[in-house]
C-alpha cells in the first residue's frame, strides 16, 4: 500500500459566502484567523521539516477549509503559487483542494491547471433537490452534473465528492440515491460525512425547535455501511468517513458537539459493520448445516481489526447470534488484503 501524507491548509470562510445550516467553518476548520499566502509556506515547511526522509510515496499539500475556488482569483492564485512552487521542487507531489459545485467554470479551471492542481473534490452532499433546499446549500444537482462533466473534461484534474448522511429531509433512500449518481459520475474518490450538529449553527437551532431530527446512530451507521459499500464495489475510493475530531472543535470559540451526532471512530465502525454482516452470514450458513462447535476466524491486520469491530463489539455480537459456535480468532499477515478466512478445525 502506498505511504501518503497530507500538509493541510485551511482555509476558513474567507472563500464562502454562504451559511449551510449544518457549517460553522470556523469551528471545523479550528481557524479563525485570516489565512494568507505566506500561512501556506510556514505551514509546509513546518509539515516537512517532519515528512522528509521519511520513504514516502506521496506527500498532497491540500487547500481544506472553505470553498477554495470561491476566493477572489487574485488570493487564489497566489495560494496556488506557493503550492506550485513546492510542487515544482519536487517537494510535494499533488495539489489538492475542495471547493462548491458552483464554482467551478472554465475560467477558475483554467487557472487550477496553469498552477497544477491536482485534485479537486466538490462539497456535492445530497443529490436530493428537497435536502439541498432544506440544508440551504444554495446550488442544484444540475450544478454538480454540470462541474463533474467540466472538470473531467480537462482531463487533468483528479475528480473526488464528498457526501453527507442525514442532512434535513434525508432518509436511507436519497443517501443511496445520491451515491447511485456519484457512481454514474464516475469520481475517483469520495468522502462520507455524517451530519454532526455544531452548537452555534443553524442546524443546531432547528434541533432545539425539534424541525430537525437527526438519524439514529443505528441508522447512520447503516446508512453510510451501505453508502461505503457501493461506492467501494464501484472502484471508488472512500478516503475518509466522518470528521476528524481535531478538526471539528475551536478552542478559541465554546463550539461543541450537540445530541449523540459524533463519534471519533466512525470509519472503524462502518469497516466493522461490514466484516460483521459478511462473517455473519458466513457464520449463517454453517448453523443452516446443523453444524456446532469450533470454528476459527483468521484475517490479514487490516481485515482482523474490522472482523472484531469497535471495542470488541463484533465479538460479542458473534458469541450473541451464534453460540453454537465456539469462535476463535487469529491474524495472521500470509493472509490476502481483505480476505477473511472461516474454518472449522476437522476440515
Ligand atoms: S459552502 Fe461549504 S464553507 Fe460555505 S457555508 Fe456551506 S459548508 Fe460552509
Same mark, same amino acid.
Given at each position: ?5 497530507i500538509i493541510p491548509v485551511f482555509i476558513p470562510h474567507i472563500g464562502c ?8 467553518q470556523?469551528?471545523?476548520t479550528?481557524r479563525?484567523?485570516?489565512v494568507v499566502p505566506?500561512d501556506v509556506r510556514?505551514i509546509a ?15 498532497e499539500l491540500s487547500f481544506f477549509g472553505g470553498s477554495f475556488t470561491g476566493i477572489?482569483?487574485?488570493q487564489q492564485s497566489a495560494f496556488l503559487a506557493v503550492a506550485k512552487?513546492y510542487k515544482?521542487?519536487?517537494?510535494i507531489?499533488k495539489i489538492h483542494l475542495s471547493t462548491r459545485?458552483?464554482y467551478?467554470?472554465?475560467?477558475i479551471?483554467?487557472n487550477l491547471?496553469?498552477y497544477g492542481a491536482d485534485v479537486i473534490e466538490l462539497g456535492?452532499?445530497?443529490?436530493? +433537490?428537497?435536502?439541498?433546499?432544506? /440544508?440551504?446549500?444554495?446550488? /442544484? ?19 473526488g465528492?464528498?457526501?453527507?448522511? @442525514? ?32 452548537? @452555534? ?57 450537540? @445530541? ?52 470488541? @463489539? ?8 451464534? +453460540? ?20 472449522? +478445525?476437522?476440515?
Amino acid at each position: 500500500m502506498k505511504k501518503h501524507a497530507i500538509i493541510p491548509v485551511f482555509i476558513p470562510h474567507i472563500g464562502c459566502p454562504h451559511a449551510c445550516v449544518f457549517c460553522n467553518q470556523n469551528a471545523i476548520t479550528a481557524r479563525t484567523a485570516d489565512v494568507v499566502p505566506d500561512d501556506v509556506r510556514r505551514i509546509a515547511d513546518e509539515w516537512l521539516s517532519t515528512l522528509e526522509g521519511r520513504g514516502l510515496d506521496e506527500i498532497e499539500l491540500s487547500f481544506f477549509g472553505g470553498s477554495f475556488t470561491g476566493i477572489p482569483m487574485e488570493q487564489q492564485s497566489a495560494f496556488l503559487a506557493v503550492a506550485k512552487e513546492y510542487k515544482d521542487a519536487g517537494r510535494i507531489d499533488k495539489i489538492h483542494l475542495s471547493t462548491r459545485p458552483d464554482y467551478i467554470n472554465e475560467e477558475i479551471l483554467d487557472n487550477l491547471k496553469r498552477y497544477g492542481a491536482d485534485v479537486i473534490e466538490l462539497g456535492v452532499q445530497s443529490f436530493d +433537490p428537497q435536502v439541498l433546499d432544506l /440544508s440551504e446549500r444554495g446550488h /442544484s444537482a444540475d450544478d454538480v452534473y454540470r462541474a463533474c462533466e467540466l472538470i473531467k473534461s480537462y482531463g487533468c484534474f483528479t475528480l473526488g465528492i464528498q457526501l453527507m448522511i @442525514g442532512l434535513p429531509g434525508d432518509s436511507y433512500e436519497k443517501c443511496m440515491e445520491s451515491v447511485r449518481q456519484t457512481i454514474k459520475i464516475g469520481p475517483k474518490i469520495a468522502r462520507l460525512y455524517p451530519t454532526v450538529i455544531i452548537s @452555534g449553527t443553524k442546524l443546531c437551532r432547528m434541533y432545539e425547535e425539534d424541525v430537525y431530527k437527526p438519524f439514529s446512530q443505528e441508522e447512520m451507521l447503516r446508512t453510510t455501511t451501505d453508502m461505503y459499500r457501493e461506492l467501494t464495489n464501484a472502484g471508488i475510493n472512500v478516503i475518509r468517513v466522518g470528521l476528524k475530531a481535531s478538526a471539528l472543535i475551536n478552542d478559541s470559540d465554546d463550539s461543541r458537539v450537540v @445530541g449523540d451526532t459524533y463519534h471519533p471512530a466512525f470509519r472503524q465502525l462502518v469497516e466493522g459493520r461490514i466484516a460483521r454482516d459478511e462473517v455473519a452470514s458466513r457464520l449463517a450458513v454453517l448453523a443452516e448445516s446443523g453444524i456446532t462447535g469450533p470454528v476459527h476466524i483468521t484475517a490479514g491486520p487490516e481485515k482482523f481489526a474490522a472482523v472484531i469491530g469497535h471495542k470488541a @463489539g463484533n465479538r460479542r455480537f458473534f458469541a450473541a447470534e451464534f +453460540p453454537q459456535f465456539d469462535i476463535t480468532y487469529k491474524e495472521d499477515l500470509s493472509i490476502e488484503d481483505g480476505k477473511i478466512v472461516i474454518e472449522r +478445525p476437522d476440515n
